[in-house]
Every structure is written in structure tokens, then in C-alpha cells.
């Protein structure tokens, strides 16, 4: 079943299932597609769960920085194994279909997590604030209490604000051809899908932006405003190489998340060249979960200590 030749009527409904034909028409190529893509997602998983056990296994990485890198890591990997799977099927099988529940699932799901991730960068800038700009109050202000509302405040704003939109555009008739010119569910191309008014769910969309990922972008750029002026008003430069190594993790996180994603979503759409869209969306997809765990175990010191000791913990109970 070759799904480029594959004809519907414009006014026929669509009911059953989309057809992602994402890269088929890379043909043979889609091979060695696969393979990158699988080491990529297995480096990404095994990343984010390495992250995960070590700030588990070792009682000083057990502070609010490292409780939010555990949320960002979890949010991670959802992501990937949102993606990934159904990509690398898709790519070695003829049948590229996806019903259309499970279309508004992924979509809910991926959408879910990217205001999340706003978010917990948001909160993430805000910890690094407090522990610079106010470093006596920071064990008072950043409490375990105020780290878990912050972190389940971010979960609930990314599950209630994407489980609202999905519902609303998956209530909308669908309707010509179920081709979808992508390799997953996100909101452009299922909006396109739509045989009835969208202007509603396009002004959703554009309230949500700016509400839920450029407010959180805008928190950032004031937390480090504060930061960086509070940085510069130290006296020896070695406190101020200190005080800004803290925040370059995190700030080179944000850096690929807003700066992909942001390529991603505003660079102008040319209808003629939808390989190109695919391209820089999959460029997104790779980077940033890839980002989180390279940026935080080669460049972080306490990170990287954390390491070498739970590989020798682990090397002495094998020796023992």
C-alpha cells in the first residue's frame, strides 16, 4: 500500500486514522534513519535514567537544582518514548497509520510536556535567583514544600491547559485527504486537518504561547538580569567565576530548548518544501532531550563527582 497514491475525496470525513508519512520519501535512506534515530534515543533514555539514579544514590545532589533536574529528566524521557518508537516503526514499515485517539494522545502528551518544561525552567531560573541574589534565606525560601509545589504547579499547568486544547481541536470534524506531511501528532498539522472554523483554537494557541511559554521565557531573562547584576557587584573575580558556573548549565539548557524550539515554531512555513519544516522539527526533537543529560554530566562538576563515586561504590562491592 503505497500511501503517496493514496486518494480521498475533499468533503469525505475522516473517522478512523491518519497517515504520518513523515520521511517515506527517503526509501532506502530510511534505514540508516533508523539507525541514527535508535542510537540517539537509547543515548538520550539511558542519559536521562542516569541522571535520575545518580541524584537518587547520592545524598549531596539532594538539594532543589537537582530535585527540578530529576522533573526535567522525567519529562524527558515521556518525550522520547512519545516520539521515538512510533518513528522507527514507522520507518521500517510500510504502514505509517495512527488512529486518531492516538493522534490526540501523542499531541497531548508532546504539547504537555513542552509547556512543562517552560515551566520548570522558569522554576529552575527562580532557585538560582534566590540561591545568588539571597543566599542566607535560600534554605527558608527554596524549602522541600516550596520545591514540590513549584515542580507539581508546572505539571499541572502543562497536563490541564494541553488536555483542554486537545479536547477542543479533537472535537472538530476532520475531513479530505488524512495525510499528514510529519512524523508525529503536534498541533499545526492537525489543525490543517480540520473541515470547520479554527480561528477559536488559533487564538487558544496564541493565549497559550504567551501565557504559558513566553511568560515562563520572560521569568528567566529576569532572573538572570538579577543574577548577572548581583554577579558583577562581587568583589573577587574567582567568586564571580563561582557564582556564574552554578547558572551555565542551566542557562545552556534554556538556550537549546527556547532556541530550537523557537526555530521550530517562527521560522516562516513555505508549502512548497514541508521536508524542510520535518527537518528543523526533527533537529528539535534530537537536541533537546540529548541536551539535558550531556550539558549537566560533562560540564557539571558536582554531577561529574557524583559519578565517579557511585563508580567506585560500585566497583567495591564487586571486588568485595
Same mark, same amino acid.
Given at each position: 500500500m503505497i @500511501?503517496? +497514491?493514496?486518494? @480521498?475525496?475533499?468533503? +469525505?470525513?475522516?473517522?478512523?486514522?491518519? *497517515? %504520518?508519512?513523515?520521511?517515506?520519501?527517503?526509501?532506502? !535512506? $530510511?534505514?540508516? !534513519?533508523?539507525?541514527?534515530?535508535l542510537v540517539i534515543y537509547l543515548v538520550a533514555l539511558m542519559g536521562n535514567l542516569l541522571i535520575i539514579l545518580l541524584i537518587k544514590l547520592n545524598a549531596s545532589l539532594h538539594t532543589p537544582m537537582y530535585f527540578f533536574l530529576v522533573n526535567l529528566s522525567v519529562l524527558e524521557i515521556c518525550y522520547t518514548t512519545t516520539v521515538f518508537p512510533q518513528l522507527l516503526v514507522h520507518l521500517l514499515l510500510e504502514e505509517k497509520s495512527i488512529s486518531i485517539l492516538g493522534c490526540a494522545v501523542q499531541m497531548a502528551i508532546i504539547t504537555n510536556m513542552g509547556l512543562t518544561e517552560c515551566c520548570l525552567l522558569a522554576a529552575m531560573a527562580y532557585d538560582r535567583y534566590v540561591a545568588i541574589c539571597h543566599p542566607l534565606h535560600y534554605t527558608t525560601i527554596m524549602s522541600g514544600q516550596?520545591?514540590? $509545589? %513549584?515542580?507539581?504547579?508546572?505539571?499541572?499547568? &502543562?497536563?490541564?491547559? +494541553?488536555?483542554? $486544547?486537545?479536547?477542543?481541536?479533537?472535537?472538530?470534524?476532520?475531513?479530505g485527504s488524512n495525510?499528514?506531511?510529519?512524523?508525529?501528532?503536534?498541533?499545526?498539522?492537525?489543525?490543517?486537518?480540520?473541515?470547520?472554523?479554527?480561528?477559536?483554537? +488559533?487564538?487558544?494557541? %496564541?493565549?497559550?504561547?504567551?501565557?504559558?511559554?513566553?511568560?515562563?521565557?520572560?521569568?528567566? *531573562?529576569?532572573? @538572570? /538580569?538579577? *543574577? *548577572?547584576?548581583? /554577579?558583577?557587584? %562581587?568583589?573577587?573575580?574567582? &567568586?564571580?567565576?563561582?557564582?556564574?558556573?552554578?547558572?551555565?548549565?542551566?542557562?545552556?539548557?534554556?538556550?537549546?530548548? @527556547?532556541g530550537t524550539g523557537l526555530f521550530t515554531y517562527l521560522v516562516p512555513k513555505s508549502t512548497s518544501i514541508p521536508d524542510s519544516e520535518q527537518l528543523i522539527s526533527l533537529m528539535n526533537t534530537i537536541l533537546v532531550p540529548l541536551s539535558n543529560p550531556i550539558i549537566y554530566t560533562l560540564r557539571n562538576k558536582e554531577v561529574k563527582g557524583a559519578l565517579r563515586k557511585t563508580a567506585e561504590r560500585a566497583s567495591f562491592h564487586r571486588t568485595g
Amino acid at each position: 500500500m503505497i @500511501y503517496s +497514491e493514496r486518494d @480521498y475525496r475533499e468533503n +469525505e470525513t475522516i473517522s478512523d486514522e491518519f *497517515i %504520518l508519512l513523515g520521511f517515506f520519501h527517503l526509501n532506502e !535512506l $530510511q534505514i540508516v !534513519l533508523f539507525m541514527v534515530l535508535l542510537v540517539i534515543y537509547l543515548v538520550a533514555l539511558m542519559g536521562n535514567l542516569l541522571i535520575i539514579l545518580l541524584i537518587k544514590l547520592n545524598a549531596s545532589l539532594h538539594t532543589p537544582m537537582y530535585f527540578f533536574l530529576v522533573n526535567l529528566s522525567v519529562l524527558e524521557i515521556c518525550y522520547t518514548t512519545t516520539v521515538f518508537p512510533q518513528l522507527l516503526v514507522h520507518l521500517l514499515l510500510e504502514e505509517k497509520s495512527i488512529s486518531i485517539l492516538g493522534c490526540a494522545v501523542q499531541m497531548a502528551i508532546i504539547t504537555n510536556m513542552g509547556l512543562t518544561e517552560c515551566c520548570l525552567l522558569a522554576a529552575m531560573a527562580y532557585d538560582r535567583y534566590v540561591a545568588i541574589c539571597h543566599p542566607l534565606h535560600y534554605t527558608t525560601i527554596m524549602s522541600g514544600q516550596i520545591c514540590v $509545589q %513549584l515542580a507539581g504547579a508546572s505539571w499541572f499547568v &502543562g497536563i490541564s491547559v +494541553e488536555v483542554a $486544547q486537545t479536547a477542543w481541536l479533537f472535537s472538530l470534524p476532520f475531513c479530505g485527504s488524512n495525510r499528514i506531511h510529519h512524523f508525529f501528532c503536534d498541533v499545526p498539522p492537525d489543525m490543517k486537518m480540520a473541515c470547520a472554523d479554527t480561528s477559536k483554537n +488559533e487564538f487558544m494557541l %496564541l493565549t497559550v504561547s504567551v501565557l504559558f511559554i513566553m511568560g515562563p521565557f520572560l521569568l528567566i *531573562i529576569l532572573s @538572570y /538580569i538579577h *543574577i *548577572i547584576s548581583t /554577579i558583577l557587584r %562581587l568583589p573577587s573575580a574567582e &567568586g564571580r567565576r563561582k557564582a556564574f558556573s552554578t547558572c551555565s548549565s542551566h542557562l545552556m539548557v534554556v538556550s537549546f530548548f @527556547y532556541g530550537t524550539g523557537l526555530f521550530t515554531y517562527l521560522v516562516p512555513k513555505s508549502t512548497s518544501i514541508p521536508d524542510s519544516e520535518q527537518l528543523i522539527s526533527l533537529m528539535n526533537t534530537i537536541l533537546v532531550p540529548l541536551s539535558n543529560p550531556i550539558i549537566y554530566t560533562l560540564r557539571n562538576k558536582e554531577v561529574k563527582g557524583a559519578l565517579r563515586k557511585t563508580a567506585e561504590r560500585a566497583s567495591f562491592h564487586r571486588t568485595g
